[in-house]
T-cell receptor
């Protein structure tokens, strides 16, 4: 399985942009990069995923390095509701279930 | 659309008792997954159903855990007999298809406490 490295924790001020990095240097060419987050007392929530190009949706943007060895989840304006643990997960094959690591705990300060 | 529903949301049972957790996936989602997080640990995969068939049960900890998905709709996860180390939060997720390009929708989880 592709290994990921994420900071244990990060902090952001409210309404500031947040860049959450993930290193996945062992990723293979066909692995999509998925991001999920887990808000307190809730189940994980899908955020975004991509393969090679940068991706945008209503929640976030995903910037994928050209060599695909790293990616960055971008929250354009952090809100208090964005305080969560963020997981970067390479999806190894179509049939392999998601494998969660430790993730990054994001704190948002008002 | 309705999300993934799990119940109960909390369960406290004594060691040696039996508990059954239920998961209702999003209607039409063939793929159903069970995960759990025990205190201080990462979220771990337990098993995966495609319709009513077990596709992958490599994460099931031992034979005290039995998962079923009769008719390919809702699923149950029974723990019998429960042990202290089974305490944790059990999450269910569903997805429309397998594949790199499909995300999972998770339920809010069942918090199981074995005393």
């Amino acid at each position: 399985d592709a290994k990921t490295t994420q900071p244990n924790s990060m902090e952001s001020n409210e309404e500031e942009p947040v860049h959450l990095p993930c290193n996945h240097s062992t990723i293979s060419g066909t692995d999509y990069i998925h991001w999920y987050r887990q808000l307190p007392s809730q189940g994980p929530e899908y955020v975004i995923h991509g393969l090679t190009s940068n991706v945008n949706n209503r929640m976030a943007s995903l910037a994928i390095a050209e060599d695909r060895k790293s990616s960055t989840l971008i929250l354009h304006r952090a809100t208090l509701r964005d305080a969560a643990v963020y997981y970067c997960i390479p999806k190894v094959s179509g049939n392999t279930p998601l494998v969660f690591g430790k993730g990054t705990r994001l704190s948002v300060i008002a | 659309e309705a999300g993934v529903t799990q119940f109960p949301s909390h369960s406290v049972i004594e060691k040696g008792q039996t508990v059954t957790l239920r998961c209702d996936p999003i209607s039409g989602h063939d793929n159903l997954y069970w995960y759990r997080r025990v205190m201080g640990k990462e979220i771990k995969f337990l098993l995966h159903f495609v319709k009513e068939s077990k596709q992958d049960e490599s994460g099931m900890p031992n034979n005290r855990f039995l998962a079923e998905r009769t008719g390919g709709t809702y699923s149950t996860l029974k723990v019998q007999p429960a042990e202290l180390e089974d305490s944790g939060v059990y999450f269910c997720a569903s997805s429309l298809r397998q594949g790199w390009n499909y995300g999972y929708t998770f339920g809010s989880g069942t918090r199981l406490t074995v005393v």
